[in-house]
């Protein structure tokens, strides 16, 4: 199961951090992604990590400003998300795959099978 945590209100400019926590002791073993889904939109995808290089993928919308990492040892995925700006208002999942890496699909919720239950980003203007 995945469990994310650290969503919450923030001014424009400003940063949170993330952080999806598995208690699978497979996690590593997993590609992991964030997706977020703002009210009235379709989810979309924010960000992933591949298990074995650590190697990330960014939505050009948020590119530069938020950071994937992961640490192992922790069962744990950050987002760090810098200069928040009010359009990344948000309810943020993280989801997890331990299928064969295909990188074209790796953009979208349905390569993922497991999901953590969201945390809500509100930015302010």
């Known amino acids: 199961q995945l469990q994310a945590s650290g969503g919450g209100l923030v001014q424009a400019g400003g940063s949170l951090r993330l952080s999806c926590t598995s208690s699978?002791?497979?996690?590593?073993?997993?590609?992991v992604g964030w997706f977020r889904q703002a009210p009235g939109k379709e989810r979309e995808f924010v960000a992933a990590?591949?298990?074995?290089?650590?190697?990330?993928h960014y939505a050009d919308s948020v590119k530069d400003r938020f950071t994937i990492s992961r640490i192992n040892v922790n069962n744990t995925v950050y987002l760090q998300m810098n200069s928040l700006k009010p359009e990344d208002t948000a309810v943020y999942y993280c989801?997890?795959?331990?299928?064969?890496?295909?990188?074209?699909?790796?953009?979208?919720?349905?390569?993922?099978?497991?999901w953590g239950q969201g945390t809500e980003v509100t930015v302010s203007s």
């Open positions: 989801a997890a795959t331990s299928s064969r890496l295909i990188v074209s699909s790796i953009f979208h919720s349905t390569y993922y099978d497991y």
């Open positions: 990590i591949r298990r074995s290089t650590g190697s990330r």
């Open positions: 699978s002791r497979t996690f590593s073993s997993n590609h």
